[in-house]
C-alpha cells in the first residue's frame, strides 16, 4: 500500500508540474508566473487541460481493453471506434463545408455520433459472446476483435471517400483533424465528466479486474460476476474512447504504449495500474502537445505525430530494459 501511495503521489505532482508549465509555455516562449494573462486562461488553459483529459482517456481506455481482451496490443482503438468517429466527424466536416456552418464543431459532432454508431453497432454484433464464457483462454477476445476489424475497415473507406470528396482547400485541416487536433476545447466539460467517472469506476473495480486478467474461469470461481463485468468493461472502455475522439481526433500510441510502461515501470496491479495510466496518460499527452506547440514554432505539428515518434522509441527502450 506505501509503493501504491508513493506511485500515485509521485504521478500526480508530475500531472501537475505538466500542466503548470505548459499552461505557462507556448509558440510565443515561456511567460512567468507574474505575467498570466487573458491569452493563457482563454487559450492555453483550455488547450492542456483538453491535452490532459484526452491522454487519461485514451491511458485508461487502453489499459481496461488490455484486461478485457487478454491481449497486449490491445489499445483503444482495436475495435473500430476511432474509424467510426473519424467517419463521422469526416462526413460532419463535409456537410458543415457544403451548408456553410461551422467545421470545428460540426466535426466534434459527427465524432461523437460516429463513435456512438459504432459502439450500438459492435454491441450489436458482439453481444452473445460478451454474454458466454468462452471455452477457451482468449476465445473471449476473438468474436470481439475481428468484428472491431471489419467495423474498423468499413469506417476506413468511408474516410477515403470523405477525403476524396472534399475541397482542397479543406483537406489539410480534415488531415490534421485525423492526426489528432486539440485546438478547441468545446467538448472539454464532456471529457473531464467522463474521464471522471471512468476513474472512480476503475478503482472501485480494481480487485475485480486483477482477477478478472488471470481468467474467466478463474475470476468466476471466485465469486466474481464475469458476464456484467465484462460487458461494463467495454461499454467504460468505448465511451473513454469515443470521449478521447470527439474531443480531440484520432491521437494514436497513447493507449497502447502508457499502459504498457506502467506495468513494466512499477506494477501490474490493476490497483495502481489503472490510475497510474491515466496520471501518466495525460501527462504524456500535455508533454507531447507542448512539444507540438513549440518545436517548429510558430506552425504546429498534429499532436498525433508526436506521440508516435516520443512514444516508440520510449516504449522500446522500456521493454528492452525489461526482466521479461
Known amino acids: 500500500m506505501r509503493r501504491a501511495i508513493v506511485i500515485l503521489v509521485s504521478l500526480s505532482v508530475l500531472a501537475v508540474l505538466v500542466l503548470a508549465v505548459s ?13 498570466v494573462n ?61 451548408v456553410g456552418i461551422s467545421v470545428q464543431h460540426s466535426a466534434g459532432v ?16 458482439a453481444h452473445r459472446s460478451l454474454r458466454h464464457l468462452p471455452d477457451t483462454p482468449f476465445a473471449a477476445g476473438h468474436r470481439l476483435i475481428l468484428t472491431g476489424v471489419m ?40 471529457a473531464w ?29 471466485l465469486g466474481v460476476p464475469v458476464v456484467r463485468l465484462r460487458i461494463m468493461v467495454l461499454c467504460a472502455a468505448s465511451l473513454a474512447t469515443a470521449a478521447a475522439v470527439t474531443a480531440a481526433g484520432t491521437i494514436g500510441f497513447v493507449g497502447l504504449v502508457v499502459p504498457h510502461a506502467i506495468r513494466l515501470v512499477f506494477s501490474n496491479d490493476q490497483r495502481i495500474l489503472l490510475p497510474a495510466s491515466v496520471l501518466a496518460g495525460g501527462s504524456f499527452l500535455t508533454i507531447a502537445d507542448l512539444l507540438a506547440r513549440t518545436a517548429v514554432a510558430p506552425t504546429q505539428l498534429p499532436v498525433g505525430v508526436i506521440t508516435a515518434l516520443v512514444g516508440v522509441p520510449l516504449f522500446l527502450w522500456l521493454l528492452s530494459r525489461s526482466r521479461a
Not at 470528396?165 to 472539454?188: C, K, N, T, V, Y
Open 23 to 35: 499552461s505557462l509555455c507556448g509558440s510565443t516562449g515561456c511567460m512567468p508566473v507574474p505575467d
Open 151 to 190: 467495423i474498423a475497415s468499413g469506417s476506413g473507406a468511408l474516410v477515403t471517400l470523405a477525403l476524396s470528396l472534399a475541397p482542397d482547400a479543406q483537406l489539410r485541416g480534415m488531415i490534421f483533424w485525423l492526426l489528432g487536433d486539440l485546438e478547441g476545447s468545446a467538448f472539454l466539460l464532456p
Open 193 to 221: 465528466i467522463v474521464l471522471t467517472a471512468g476513474a472512480v469506476w476503475s478503482i472501485l473495480n480494481a480487485k475485480s479486474l486483477n482477477l478478472l486478467s488471470r481468467g474467466e474461469s478463474f475470476a468466476q470461481l
Open 38 to 98: 487573458e491569452m493563457i486562461w482563454q487559450l492555453r488553459a483550455p488547450r492542456v487541460l483538453a491535452a490532459f483529459a484526452v491522454g487519461g482517456l485514451l491511458a485508461l481506455a487502453g489499459a481496461l481493453m488490455q484486461v478485457l481482451l487478454r491481449n497486449p496490443l490491445a489499445d483503444p482503438y482495436v475495435l473500430g471506434l476511432s474509424g467510426g468517429a473519424a467517419a463521422g466527424a469526416l462526413m460532419a466536416m463535409l456537410f458543415a463545408i457544403h
Open 110 to 125: 459527427g465524432a461523437a455520433l460516429g463513435a456512438a454508431a459504432t459502439v450500438l453497432l459492435l454491441f450489436g454484433l
